[in-house]
């Protein structure tokens, strides 16, 4: 594992400069809405997971955001960095690349007032208020979720006697299944009240147990159902026998979950004919008429046996659309993203404004795929419309996470203008401009990220 350039002592010594300093001695200003600040178009926010491994825990220690000005022309403007006041955590194995195998351990509310952070060493999560200048601002304390590794959060409008939205985070296991790691793993969704003040508050027998571990958790659009894509479905060690890549819940009028899941579906069943590696669906999107857009790790082999690296396959992207009683309609399963497996871990995506074409991010091949996309059905467009320094193939064993950049979350603008891509093993956050279906490098931003464990990014 790479060295952490960003120490806790660093952290605080920064933290002590951005509070105590005046607009005219920190890049951006401080947290008055002065200074530099009033010349940014938006924001990006980064989470570090922690400081440093914990030995003998899955604990990486205190948490923080770093917060970036948007500049128009698309790069960035360190603002600085906030403690999430809690821990982070490694539950991949400690290479450091995507140590909670998830998307959006940070989001965002859609009116961009909140930032919400999960804290999986402390098993907790932290809401954030976005101040005027884009700074930070805690809102009440962490909350507890009741489980071990919190690790993808979701938010959805729903205002209402001081209520602002409805929040469910995904926690990838419980206490009894925490030793068996990723094969045997069994997690839970939780869900908590966003108040008006941007604080959280529990929401009473929301609480669901899960037959998987999962990796990310999404509202639909119109806010009627919650999605949760699982990285073991089909797992030979996985006791409850799930091969549920995805599953659906209903949302409740009183913000619980409909008592068991009202549908499943996966692209690939354990044992298929055609020799295909089981999906580790990691990040995905419901977009447009409850299109459900599923990214897929092809690790886990046909039989179900854990991943190894001969055996990884080009990842994939596949589709389905929920129907009014919630059910799950395929659209088209397992399109590649590369071919002779120079396309595998297919773990993040995110659509262009137009909703016509979306980007996916491959770790360890360190490059974004282009896809094209009308009412649910996706073709591939270009393999590489982005690469950065990755591994080139499938024959590098396991020492490829020395030899890639690593490129894990990413999020494009609101203004649908630039694509921000978090290097996980580089500390790094590379800017794009977007360009209707391709990708035009802008520049990189570093320094104040550590070298690996981080996880997350929102731009605003």
Same mark, same amino acid.
């Given at each position: 594992?790479?060295?952490?350039?960003?120490?806790?002592?660093?952290?605080?010594?920064?933290?002590?400069?951005?509070?105590?300093?005046?607009?005219?001695?920190?890049?951006?200003?401080?947290?008055?809405?002065?200074?530099?600040?009033?010349?940014?178009?938006?924001?990006?926010?980064?989470?570090?997971?922690?400081?440093?491994?914990?030995?003998?825990?899955?604990?990486?220690?205190?948490?923080?955001?770093?917060?970036?000005?948007?500049?128009?022309?698309?790069?960035?403007?360190?603002?600085?960095?906030?403690?999430?006041?809690?821990?982070?955590?490694?539950?991949?194995?400690?290479?450091?690349?995507?140590?909670?195998?998830?998307?959006?351990?940070?989001?965002?509310?859609?009116?961009?007032?909140?930032?919400?952070?999960?804290?999986?060493?402390?098993?907790?999560?932290?809401?954030?208020?976005?101040?005027?200048?884009?700074?930070?601002?805690?809102?009440?304390?962490?909350?507890?979720?009741?489980?071990?590794?919190?690790?993808?959060?979701?938010?959805?409008?729903?205002?209402?006697?001081?209520?602002?939205?409805?929040?469910?985070?995904?926690?990838?296991?419980?206490?009894?299944?925490?030793?068996?790691?990723?094969?045997? /793993?069994? %997690?839970? #969704?939780?869900?908590?009240?966003?108040?008006? !003040? *941007? $604080? @959280? &508050?529990? +929401?009473?027998?929301?609480? =669901?147990?899960?037959?998987?571990?999962?990796?990310?958790?999404?509202?639909?659009?119109?806010?009627?159902?919650?999605?949760?894509?699982?990285?073991?479905?089909?797992?030979?060690?996985?006791?409850?026998?799930?091969?549920?890549?995805?599953?659906?819940?209903?949302?409740?009028?009183?913000?619980?979950?409909?008592?068991?899941?009202?549908?499943?579906?996966?692209?690939?069943?354990?044992?298929?004919?055609?020799?295909?590696?089981?999906?580790?669906?990691?990040?995905?999107?419901?977009?447009?008429?409850?299109?459900?857009?599923?990214?897929?790790?092809?690790?886990?082999?046909?039989?179900?046996?854990?991943?190894?690296?001969?055996?990884? /396959?080009? %990842?994939? #992207?596949?589709?389905?659309?929920?129907?009014? !009683? *919630? $059910? @799950? &309609?395929? +659209?088209?399963?397992?399109? =590649?993203?590369?071919?002779?497996?120079?396309?595998?871990?297919?773990?993040?995506?995110?659509?262009?404004?137009?909703?016509?074409?979306?980007?996916?991010?491959?770790?360890?091949?360190?490059?974004?795929?282009?896809?094209?996309?009308?009412?649910?059905?996706?073709?591939?467009?270009?393999?590489?419309?982005?690469?950065?320094?990755?591994?080139?193939?499938?024959?590098?064993?396991?020492?490829?996470?020395?030899?890639?950049?690593?490129?894990?979350?990413?999020?494009?603008?609101?203004?649908?203008?630039?694509?921000?891509?978090?290097?996980?093993?580089?500390?790094?956050?590379?800017?794009?401009?977007?360009?209707?279906?391709?990708?035009?490098?802008? %520049?990189?931003?570093?320094?104040?990220?550590?070298?690996?464990?981080?996880?997350?990014?929102?731009?605003?």
């Amino acid at each position: 594992m790479k060295n952490l350039r960003l120490s806790l002592f660093t952290l605080l010594a920064v933290a002590f400069t951005y509070t105590s300093c005046k607009d005219d001695d920190f890049p951006g200003g401080g947290g008055d809405g002065g200074g530099d600040n009033d010349d940014f178009v938006g924001a990006v926010y980064a989470m570090t997971n922690g400081d440093g491994q914990v030995a003998g825990t899955n604990i990486q220690g205190p948490n923080t955001i770093i917060s970036y000005g948007r500049n128009a022309d698309g790069t960035l403007t360190p603002i600085g960095p906030v403690f999430t006041g809690g821990n982070g955590g490694d539950y991949d194995g400690g290479e450091g690349l995507d140590p909670l195998i998830s998307a959006y351990a940070l989001t965002k509310t859609d009116d961009n007032k909140n930032l919400l952070a999960v804290n999986a060493g402390s098993n907790t999560i932290t809401s954030f208020n976005i101040q005027d200048d884009f700074s930070l601002e805690q809102a009440g304390d962490p909350v507890a979720t009741g489980a071990v590794g919190p690790n993808s959060i979701a938010y959805s409008a729903r205002s209402a006697n001081g209520v602002k939205g409805i929040v469910y985070v995904s926690n990838i296991t419980r206490q009894e299944f925490l030793a068996g790691g990723e094969p045997e /793993q069994q %997690g839970t #969704v939780t869900g908590f009240w966003l108040l008006e !003040d *941007g $604080s @959280l &508050s529990a +929401i009473a027998g929301s609480t =669901r147990n899960l037959a998987n571990r999962p990796s990310a958790v999404q509202f639909s659009p119109d806010g009627n159902w919650l999605v949760v894509a699982s990285i073991n479905s089909g797992a030979a060690a996985l006791a409850s026998g799930s091969e549920d890549e995805i599953v659906v819940y209903a949302v409740n009028g009183d913000g619980t979950l409909s008592a068991n899941q009202v549908a499943a579906a996966t692209s690939t069943l354990r044992g298929n004919t055609e020799g295909r590696n089981l999906p580790s669906a990691i990040g995905f999107q419901i977009v447009g008429n409850n299109y459900v857009v599923v990214t897929e790790a092809r690790e886990f082999q046909p039989d179900g046996t854990p991943p190894a690296f001969p055996a990884l /396959q080009d %990842g994939s #992207v596949s589709t389905w659309q929920i129907q009014g !009683d *919630g $059910s @799950l &309609s395929p +659209i088209t399963l397992d399109v =590649r993203s590369g071919e002779g497996n120079t396309g595998r871990t297919a773990c993040w995506l995110d659509f262009t404004s137009d909703g016509n074409t979306f980007f996916v991010s491959n770790a360890i091949e360190a490059g974004l795929a282009s896809y094209s996309f009308d009412n649910g059905v996706v073709e591939l467009i270009d393999q590489t419309a982005a690469v950065g320094t990755g591994t080139g193939g499938a024959d590098n064993g396991p020492d490829a996470f020395a030899r890639t950049d690593g490129w894990i979350d990413m999020w494009i603008s609101d203004d649908g203008q630039f694509l921000y891509q978090l290097f996980g093993l580089d500390g790094t956050i590379g800017i794009y401009r977007v360009n209707g279906q391709s990708l035009e490098f802008i %520049g990189e931003e570093s320094g104040n990220l550590p070298d690996t464990n981080t996880q997350g990014i929102v731009a605003i």
